[in-house]
């Protein structure tokens, strides 16, 4: 099959919060895709015919392709990872488009994920996010017996759920406000749903909110299009499980 | 022999050998630890639970990878558990059991103290995990489930779904989070270490690229741990995360640490088969899929019936057939093995003829499908993305693929290399799979390193130097700066005809040819002349664009794939050297009647450990015998 990529280009990392000023979308043509390939490898030999021509290869980021490191994160279509759910753009394979596709490509579009070159954004802000409280302080080696404390499976499969979270931005990427809501409620409520995290709750919230404040994420406004898009399908009910928690720090404090 | 290959094994019964060192090791005292600085090179499993533990012991870390996020490390991608001697079901499981099955599914080929210490600490990582919240699979009590896993006839393995890999790291990333909150540890993502600084003999620092801007930077510390994965890319095709690469294990044995065994590679018998030319890596279907999956294949050749209109007295379940004690839970070695033997025979299914079922119709009929989903959702869907075929309707197909490295950077039992202050960690080192890994044992052993072990043996090393002794402006640091700056310098200005990728795959080609499932001698000879034909030609011929004050990842891949060329060579001169067949290195000459694996306890009872000598200059072998004194050197037999 054929199709006709447009891709955003950019080789140095933004400066501005103006995304136009930076890059500029670029028009390919490539034809001999396979339906069996992913997504990813379309893009494989894109670079592959691109340095051929003695043009730079596209950066993306990539590493696992198997949906499970979270690093790649390509808006497609207008849509984090493209027009499937539950599946990241390494996920994604070419028969999900039809031949002849026009296919847009574009970085995440977030004040908080400057762009580095062409498709690669720089999340460390979720790392400080995770570093201002997702975890359970616990020294090496002072943990008692793993079964000294039974957890309900109802429960263990609540935490399992929000802690499934691959950390790719997706939810970011796809809300208007650019709001983290959903990837910090999944850490809260994996957290919330086991007796190891109780000791810390009320101190991990409100850390995490106050730091993604401080990072530039927006506010959520309830649209919802987090879950559409997250690769995992994480439920919105942690952003409740986070509203309620923050709620009931806040009283305390 | 010119490595000093001292294996600093402690004497005594085996059951008392870690306490006896932690004991007679020297110790730190706590306020000196912040004087002592400590690199770490990686942040999976083995290098997040190092960093995390020294941290929070008191010494200073600083913690580089070069994923963009530590939480990214390859280790993340493992699917189906970890190992540990809890006998939480009471099936006769126990520390010597677990040791004595890793010994035996190694083939006889890794050192047993080390091995018993790593079953012994298993028990402490289920509770460390659990202790930061790491939810794995309960039963409906609320105590932890356990399922089991190739090459043990007990059910000891611990798992979170098909995602165990991932809800480990992110157990220790978020422990080396906490660090980096407090300060403790200082976190360097997109920075690739790129070679190692050696003072006097001893490890002092590293150079590193900032895959960002290019910019070179050096980094003196007290000691230099390496936790950088496992060397399965150099077949190109592998289960391995695409950025996973030989480097920095390579760049330090350039610079005088063993290599040990690089021969030794897994080939995991259930992969989703090579869909065609374009293909980029290969995707896992996890082992624990055998404790409820039945492989087979039609009886006659060719058979190209659908698998549903195949009767059942035309399939061969062979594993069932030929080892019918552990039946479909035979360990990796053997079942790719017999993979290939049954395509090789003209059996395999889809088109191209490389492939084996692997089918879960009688545990769909006996269990139900929700509870099949509930323990492999994850994997059934990540297997019919992949092929647009549905494995609850139809069975999958699978082939072997290259998965693990036993082989790596040797190390004593305090895991240092015999550079002293380097130390090596996790898949990076040769330590305790022997030739053979057993399933589940991988993430056992990179915690085990991290949590528990390097944070007992660092100490005595360090008790013993000065801190910051050596600082970054030592004059070697920028004599190897410049060196690294004239590798890249030479890369970008060869402006050949060829990717690297093309390279790449070229290289791969070969190794799966002739250093793969199985290997003779005249292959090895043929391979050992075609790698530094083609190394040559890569130097002359390579195209890679950009600059280098940039992020530009031609450029990081072209670095990774120059290693791997002259890795490729000794992986083919130490498979050629071994002149036995032992788990994952099976050499075709060296076979039993019925086409097992056949060792040579009287010649290669060793450890081979290479040691660099010099740029075009052969390479020397030298041995670290093995003693058994614990588990009988025995024919492995699984039948
Ligand atoms: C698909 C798959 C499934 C698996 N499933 C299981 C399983 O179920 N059970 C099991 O026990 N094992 C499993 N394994 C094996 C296991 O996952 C690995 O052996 C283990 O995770 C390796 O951990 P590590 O910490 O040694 O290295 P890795 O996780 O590979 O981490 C390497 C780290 O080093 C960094 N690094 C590397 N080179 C450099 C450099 N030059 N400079 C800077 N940083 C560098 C990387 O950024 C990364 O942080 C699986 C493997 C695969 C491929
Ligand atoms: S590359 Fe790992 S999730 Fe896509």
New interface residues.
Partial sequence: MKVVLHIWRQ???STSQDFGQDGKMVRYELDDV?A???F??ML??LN?RL??K????V?F???????????CSLMINGRPHGPER??TAC?L?M?SFQDGSEIWIEPWRAKSFPV??DL?V???A??RV??????????????????A?????AD?DK??DA??C??CGACVAACKNASAMLFAGAKVS??LH?P??QAERDRRVLNLVETMDKEGFGNCTNQYECEAACPKEIPVRVIADMNREYNRARIKS | MTLQLDSKIPSGPIQDKWESRKFDSKLVNPANKRKYKVLVVGSGLAGA?AA??LA?LGYQVECFCH??????A?S??AQGGINAA?N?RNDGDSVWRLFYDTVKGGDFRAREANVYRLAQVSV?I????????V??????????DNRSFGGAQVSRTFY??G?TG??LL?GA???L??Q??LGAVK?Y?RTEMLDLVVVDGHAKGIIVRDL?TGELREYAGDAVVLATGGYGNVFYLSTN???CNVTAGWRVHKRGAGFANPCYTQIHPTCIPV??D????L?LMSESLRNDGRIWVPKQQGDKREPGQIPEDERDYYLERKYPSFGNLAPRDIASRAAKEACDSGRGVGETGLGVYLDFKDSINRLGKDAIAARYGNLF??YS??T?EDPYSRPMRIYPAVHYTMGGVWVDYNLQSTIPGLFVLGEANFSDHGANRLGASALMQGLADG??VI?NTIAGYLAEQKPGAVGADHPQFGKIRGEIDDLTKRLLSIQG?R?V??FHRDLGKIMWDKCGMARNDAGLREALKEIPALREEFWKDV?V??SAD?????LEKAGRVADFLEFGELMCRDALERRESCGGHFREEWQSDDGEAVRDDDDFCHAAVWEHKGPGEEPERNVEPLEFDNVKLAVRSYK
């Fill in positions: 080789s140095r990392p396979s069996d390939m992913s990813l490898e494989d030999i592959e340095t051929a003695g043009e730079e290869p950066a980021d990539h590493d696992c392709r198997e949906g499970i490191c979270g690093t539950g599946t996920q394979h028969r580095l070159r690669v720089d999340r460390g979720f790392d995770v570093q201002a409280g997702a975890f359970i302080s616990v020294n090496t080696g002072a943990a008692v017996d793993a079964n404390m039974p957890v309900p499976k263990a935490a399992f802690a499934t691959i950390g994996h957290f086991l190891q995290g | 639970s995390s533990s929070e994923n963009d996020s530590p939480r990214r390859h993340i991608a809890k939480y402490d289920i509770d460390q995990a659990v202790a930061q919240g939810p794995f699979a309960r039963e409906y009590g609320g105590l932890l979170a779904r995602q991932q809800q992110l990333y978020s422990a989070s906490r980096i909150g976190m993502s960002v995360a695409m950025n869909s065609g374009h293909q980029s890596k995707t869907h990540m993305k992949i647009a949590y528990f944070p005809k990717t990728d093309d195209r664009l950009g940039s992020l530009n990842q031609s």
